[in-house]
């Protein structure tokens, strides 16, 4: 079994980073829409990701208010709140609201499913001069069941060969 080494100060500050660069790219793909849509957000919006998120509610371009509201106060909390944490549980959570909503405007397609994999075969008895045993070993990335990325060897055990 392969054992990862988490590192603490990773694990506090990687989330809430991806977390406000998350929400910054979402806030990037409203402003694109309403230009895209000459649309014209009149005064009475805030100039703000919360008028921008209650403009297109406004307009029936997001179903999905609340939800952009909580994600939108969450990241003001780790933008302004250094004591303020989020874990990968929350942020893939949210995450997948946002990815909703850019595939809705058509920012994006669908996020696809990677998956990582290590295999090991069982050693053998080697045919091959002064190799007793050899081994494979692989690792890579899935996507579905096609590999798309693979590091793969052969590890062989010499035959010892005494005085």
Same mark, same amino acid.
């Given at each position: ?13 990687? %989330?809430? @980073? ?85 595939e ?7 996020? %696809? ?15 091959? %001069?002064?190799? @007793? ?13 096609e ?10 055990? @010499?035959?010892?060969?005494g005085?």
């Amino acid at each position: 079994m392969m054992r990862t080494h988490r590192n603490p100060l990773l694990e506090y500050l990687l %989330p809430a @980073l991806l977390y406000i660069k998350m929400v910054s790219i979402l806030d990037e793909a409203f402003v694109t829409h309403i230009d895209n849509q000459n649309m014209s957000m009149p005064k009475k919006y805030k100039n703000s990701l919360q008028g921008r998120i209650d403009f297109l509610t406004d307009n029936q371009v997001l179903n999905n208010s609340m939800e952009l509201h909580e994600i939108r106060k969450k990241r003001n909390g780790l933008a302004h709140d250094t004591a303020k944490q989020i874990d990968w549980k929350e942020l893939e959570k949210d995450l997948n609201e946002v990815q909703k909503t850019l595939e809705e405007l058509k920012f994006s397609g669908t996020r %696809p499913n990677y998956e990582f994999f290590i295999e090991r075969s069982a050693m053998k008895y080697s045919t091959e %001069p002064g190799v @007793l045993f050899v081994r494979d070993f692989s690792y890579g990335l899935k996507k579905g069941d096609e590999v798309i990325a693979e590091v793969s060897w052969t590890e062989k055990t @010499l035959k010892f060969e005494g005085e």
